[in-house]
């Protein structure tokens, strides 16, 4: 039988027990508090890591646009009045030695004749005989030529320019301008090799109204240089041939830089103190392209080929 005194006892054993139970327990969740505090946010870890594979993904195709992405070389990239331009450079754009290409940030002038331009005249004829011309190419084979009147010639500007010629009957053709018509031919005036005329109508016909416009035609030709006879390094005439587009400037290394020459009726550009005779030529079409051809010595009438052409627009 419990007396009073041990009940009492016991009854404060069990509040000891129960107040440390209770302080165990107290105390172990302020201890798990403290350390869930502690531990890193998991919620905030994933999330950035949820984000890294499609950072990864852009960056990759990024890099597979840049491969994609084709590089200038020589190509123009398109300039005033071009539909390229070129722009899409073809092939024979992509010079080889000793010649290197580039498209300058804006087209020089184009001089009356301008691409995208539709002009209306009149078609004559005349006997073109070996095919050379006011432009002082040379003979030809090939008579699918014509003399542009001297207002469009503009100071052989036009010299080597191709043609698209439309009839008003339908018929067409395209001529290579290699010589100029004096007046009383007209501006817009073609005056047609004898040969390419009668493609359009018949040689009696005699003069036909037309439209034409400049081409950038489909070639396999390079192009090449010819010094003038009684060239030196004291004066000298450099002239381009078979070019694929109208030569608007030539340039020639000179030790100040780069001098642009004058240009003449005959179609030869001339130096006439000799400075930049012999060194690289820089030629520049109507579109802005430019090419830069070395190793040319002064060779006088002899035609040396440069293995480069202009881009095709």
Not at 63 to 85: L, R
Not at 147 to 160: Q, V
Not at 210 to 235: E, F
Request: charged share 15%; proline share 7%.
């Amino acid at each position: 039988m419990t007396t009073p005194r041990q009940a009492a006892r016991q009854r404060r054993r069990r509040q000891r027990l129960m107040l440390g139970t209770t302080v165990g327990l107290t105390a172990a969740g302020v201890l798990a508090y403290l350390v869930m505090g502690l531990l890193p946010d998991r919620k905030a870890h994933v999330a950035p890591a949820a984000a890294t594979p499609a950072a990864t993904a852009q960056v990759r195709a990024g890099n597979a646009a840049d491969k994609d992405t084709p590089t200038a070389t020589g190509t123009s990239t398109p300039t005033a009045g071009a539909s390229s331009t070129a722009a899409r450079p073809s092939a024979k754009a992509t010079p080889q030695s000793p010649g290197t290409a580039s498209t300058t940030a804006a087209a020089p002038s184009t001089g009356r004749i301008r691409p995208g331009t539709t002009y209306r005249g009149v078609a004559t004829a005349y006997e073109a005989g070996d095919g050379n011309g006011a432009c002082l190419f040379g003979p030809s084979s090939d008579l699918m030529i014509a003399a542009m009147n001297t207002t469009d010639y503009e100071t052989s500007r036009a010299c080597g320019a191709y043609v698209r010629v439309h009839a008003a009957n339908g018929a067409s053709l395209t001529v290579r301008i290699t010589n100029e018509c004096p007046a009383p031919c007209a501006p817009g005036q073609l005056d047609l090799s004898q040969q390419a005329f009668a493609k359009l109508a018949p040689l009696e016909a005699g003069r036909i109204p037309i439209t034409w416009s400049l081409l950038s035609p489909s070639t396999s030709d390079t192009i090449s240089i010819r010094y003038k006879t009684g060239s030196s390094p004291y004066w000298c005439g450099i002239q381009a041939i078979g070019h694929r587009n109208p030569v608007a400037r030539l340039e020639v290394r000179a030790s100040d830089g780069w001098r642009q020459l004058p240009r003449t009726d005959y179609n030869y550009f001339v130096s006439a103190d000799g400075h930049g005779c012999g060194s690289a030529i820089r030629l520049t079409d109507i579109y802005g392209q430019q090419l830069t051809i070395s190793g040319i010595a002064i060779r006088p009438n002899i035609v040396q080929p440069t293995q480069v052409q202009f881009a095709r627009h």
